[in-house]
């Protein structure tokens, strides 16, 4: 889809102020079963994403959003964009204005999406299996995503980046019983080392599913995570930063300001990148044309930056805010000993685990956690966790190792003390 021919008909309209972005995906896509191949297809989509925005009475400012196949016909691509012209008028929010900075021009390594296939294929191939807890299937994706923008401003760019996902399930029996767990792992490209790893893991949780017994109710208790649900605690520290949050006072965080009133704990660094190795969102220009601006949204505890779109962000009057895919979490001071000291419930699994943006409570379905007391370790199953980020953050520790999980850099072991366990014991 040629730009110049969604730009005229546009200036028929008297549609003066638009964003276009057009992506073209080419994939392959592989689906085994056990590791016998399938099916397997490649292909090459192309869109036209267009977002029109039209000036209203009283300052106010319209927009409207939509996709435009290649294969639109020139009387579909009219029509189209006097839909969504007319839907324009029907939205009023307070005027903003669109991105006008001039973007570089990048050169990206171009992407082999036969290479990084061959790569997944053969991290597979080297998980070490047994009869009784061994991969039952998996499917593979490999993208290579082209994207061009465009404004009425004439801010431009040309991004091209990798994206890949792969889905597992396995399976473990014991004396017939069987348990099945699905993983879905997001990158940019394969870290065959970490997958091979990360899906023992899943194979060793697997199997200790079938021993687990009921979890006892313990009341209060000190809590570890561990795995990638303890990603949705830092979220929740970046959403609060997020312009919108803080324009609609959802968030009572101020730039400057301690986020907490910290007693014992560790002070919470997010910051901010333009781009991070491996990454499936890892580039430097955001989809509003903007570049992203690499800063602290928290350090040591302390709010000092908001991150966001162009609308949100000018209205806290901060215009050369960004958008931002991904997120580095700073380590901690918790030594191993000080971190595994004690009683306390290592949390592996959940059926849903959530944390509200707003009010910060946390909960959790447990499927699997490792209870450790008196110097012992119980696996367990069932019940749930609950408790609130506010009570939380004032004593919560964590490792000074990280982890990546595609797009955030988190701590590899968060401790939270004191958090609600309900058990069915």
Same mark, same amino acid.
């Given at each position: ?208 599913? !079938?021993?687990? *017994? ?8 000190? #809590?570890?995570?561990? /795995? =990638?649900?303890?990603? $949705? &605690? ?81 209205? !806290?009057?901060? *215009? ?8 580095? #979490?700073?380590?901690? /001071? =918790?030594?191993?000993? $000080? &971190? ?84 069915? *014991?």
């Amino acid at each position: 889809m040629m730009f110049a021919s969604v730009k005229e008909k546009l200036q028929a309209i008297g549609c003066t102020t638009y964003e276009l972005t057009e992506t073209t995906v080419t994939a392959w896509e592989f689906y085994f079963i056990r590791h016998k191949l399938d099916q397997n297809r490649s292909t090459k989509v192309q869109t036209l994403s267009v977002k029109l925005y039209r000036p209203l009475d009283d300052g106010m400012l319209g927009s409207a959003s939509g996709t435009i196949s290649p294969t639109a016909s020139d009387a579909e691509l009219e029509t189209t964009l006097k839909n969504l012209y007319y839907q324009a008028s029907l939205v009023k929010n307070p005027a903003y204005t669109l991105t006008d900075k001039p973007v570089p021009l990048y050169k990206f390594a171009p992407v082999d999406v036969e290479a990084i296939a061959e790569q997944f294929l053969s991290a597979m191939q080297a998980v070490p299996e047994t009869e009784t807890e061994r991969i039952n299937s998996y499917e593979i994706f490999v993208r290579d995503v082209q994207k061009r923008f465009e404004n009425s401003n004439g801010v431009t760019y040309s991004i091209d980046y990798p994206s890949s996902m792969i889905e597992v399930v396995v399976n473990a029996q014991k004396d017939g019983h069987e348990i099945e767990l699905y993983r879905n792992f997001t990158s940019g490209v394969c870290d065959a080392e970490k997958l091979t790893r990360d899906v023992e893991t899943a194979l060793k949780f697997g199997k200790d599913r !079938l021993l687990a *017994q009921p979890t006892p109710k313990l009341g209060k208790a000190d #809590v570890i995570f561990s /795995t =990638a649900d303890a990603v $949705e &605690l830092y979220r929740y520290f970046g959403a609060r930063m997020s312009a919108g949050m803080q324009f609609r006072k959802l968030s009572d965080w101020t730039e400057g300001k301690p986020i907490a009133n910290y007693t014992s704990g560790d002070r919470v660094s997010i910051f901010a990148a333009a781009t991070l190795e491996n990454s499936s969102h890892s580039f430097p220009v955001d989809e509003q044309g903007a570049l992203i601006s690499e800063r602290y949204l928290i350090r040591d505890g302390v709010a000092e930056s908001t991150w966001g779109d162009r609308q949100m962000s000018q209205y !806290l009057d901060k *215009q050369d805010s960004s958008i931002v895919y991904n997120f580095i #979490v700073s380590g901690g /001071t =918790a030594s191993d000993a $000080e &971190l595994h000291a004690g009683d306390y419930l290592e949390l592996c699994e959940f059926s849903d685990f959530q944390v509200d943006p707003v009010g910060g409570d946390l909960l959790g379905e447990i499927r699997l956690g490792y209870w450790h007391h008196d110097g012992k370790v119980d696996v367990i199953t069932g019940g749930s966790v609950s408790g609130t980020m506010q009570d939380a953050i004032p004593s919560m520790r964590f490792s000074a190792e990280t982890k990546q999980y595609d797009t955030v850099v988190i701590p590899k072991e968060t401790r939270l003390y004191g958090v609600t366990i309900t058990g069915i *014991q």
